[in-house]
């Protein structure tokens, strides 16, 4: 008696698993509208801790290909971009920017970002106290104007 509901149970579970990949996950990364100018020095740390869930830059993984992954990951990333994108640093007003530099600051130095979950499968996202110190006399230094173009 419990093979057949077994088999129902798989089957069934390999169903909903295959329908799920068919779920549209946004993987967007729209045109820079006014990125931020970093100095040399901040700009790689960014780049490699920072950029995929807080620009327009997002390497997205094969795994975010992949359902119910894909959904956590995409969700991630769109919400990072609401709460600072560095690719649209230019539409922020100068108090917001202020506001956000403040952010960076304290969250980096309280090892609240990159977030714990992110570090296991992007190691290179991992800050040293190095790039902690950076970031964070960076932020707490800076005017929130950048200084050139790009």
């Not at 795994?63 to 990072?80: C, F, I, K, N, Q």
């Not at 952010?103 to 130095?109: A, L, M, N």
Request: proline fraction near 13%; include cysteine.
């Amino acid at each position: 008696m419990t093979l057949p509901r077994t088999r129902t149970v798989v089957l069934s579970t390999i169903g909903l698993a295959i329908a799920i990949q068919f779920v549209p996950i946004r993987h967007d990364n729209p045109p820079a509208p006014g990125p931020i100018t970093p100095p040399a020095t901040v700009a790689p740390i960014l780049r490699r801790a920072c950029y995929d869930c807080h620009s327009h830059e997002t390497i997205w993984p094969w795994y975010s290909y992949v359902a119910p992954v894909s959904w956590l990951v995409a969700r991630d990333v769109h919400e990072g971009r609401q709460h600072l994108d560095f690719s649209a640093w230019a539409d922020y007003a100068l108090p917001v920017r202020l506001k956000k530099l403040a952010g960076i600051s304290t969250v980096v130095q309280e090892g609240e970002m990159p977030p714990w979950f992110y570090t296991p499968l992007h190691p290179a996202a991992r800050l040293s106290p190095d790039d902690i110190t950076e970031l964070s006399t960076w932020a707490d230094n800076s005017s929130g104007e950048d200084p050139a173009p790009r």
